[in-house]
T-cell receptor
Framework: KAGVTQTPRYLIKTRGQQVTLSCSPISGHRSVSWYQQTPGQGLQFLFEYFSETQRNKGNFPGRFSGRQFSNSRSEMNVSTLELGDSALYLC??????????????FGPGTRLTVL | AQSVTQPDIHITVSEGASLELRCNYSYGATPYLFWYVQSPGQGLQLLLKYFSGDTLVQGIKGFEAEFKRSQSSFNLRKPSVHWSDAAEYFCAVGPTFTGGGNKLTFGTGTQLKVEL
């Protein structure tokens, strides 16, 4: 079974631009979470989607948004990019069987550089 | 709010030596606890998890961790380190209530270097 896929793997943008990152979960997985990883702040939770609905949200400004499609694929968007948005963005998917915690499987990440 | 502390930013051990990485958490109740490993340029791989029951849990690659409620700790151990274990290790906590979602709170990570 294929793992979590994130595209693109690397991205370079300039300040003020916007960017869209994509995540394809493992087949059959219905929950997708996004994390930002930076040297200064570490791994921080952005948001989680389940059945096309945002279920949890981290403490990030409104410039960060996401969505999930009916096939569970997810995208996150960052508008008006700032230098501090340079980071590795990780996506994780889980099966979401009811009544039990669901192990999250992480993708390789998208490395975003803002110049 | 929940938090996770990994007091050691860097650790260097010799190949074949034992390893212990420390993790302390702050949470309203006993959370779900995890250890992840990240190799350079890679995503996170789950090493092991603790939900309940036996406080000593076994994971992949020969790792184990012990949950100590009285110390709010979940330290990761390996009896004999291999050069391929060099990576960054993250401790994390997750929600314990059904329907709480899958949000993980991570520690700042411990970078492990293995000397040959």
């Amino acid at each position: 079974k294929a793992g979590v896929t994130q595209t693109p793997r690397y991205l370079i943008k300039t300040r003020g631009q916007q960017v869209t990152l994509s995540c394809s979960p493992i087949s059959g997985h219905r929950s997708v979470s996004w994390y930002q990883q930076t040297p200064g702040q570490g791994l921080q939770f952005l948001f989680e989607y389940f059945s096309e609905t945002q279920r949890n949200k981290g403490n990030f400004p409104g410039r960060f948004s996401g969505r999930q499609f009916s096939n569970s694929r997810s995208e996150m968007n960052v508008s008006t990019l700032e230098l501090g948005d340079s980071a590795l963005y990780l996506c994780a998917s889980s099966l979401e069987a009811s009544g039990t915690y669901n192990e999250q499987f992480f993708g390789p990440g998208t490395r975003l550089t803002v110049l | 709010a929940q938090s996770v502390t990994q007091p050691d930013i860097h650790i260097t051990v010799s190949e074949g030596a034992s390893l212990e990485l420390r993790c302390n958490y702050s949470y309203g109740a006993t959370p779900y606890l995890f250890w992840y490993v990240q190799s350079p340029g890679q995503g996170l791989q789950l090493l092991l998890k603790y939900f309940s029951g036996d406080t000593l849990v076994q994971g992949i690659k020969g790792f184990e961790a012990e949950f100590k409620r009285s110390q709010s700790s979940f330290n990761l151990r390996k009896p004999s380190v291999h050069w391929s274990d060099a990576a960054e290790y993250f401790c994390a906590v997750g929600p314990t209530f059904t329907g709480g979602g899958n949000k993980l709170t991570f520690g700042t990570g411990t970078q492990l270097k293995v000397e040959l």
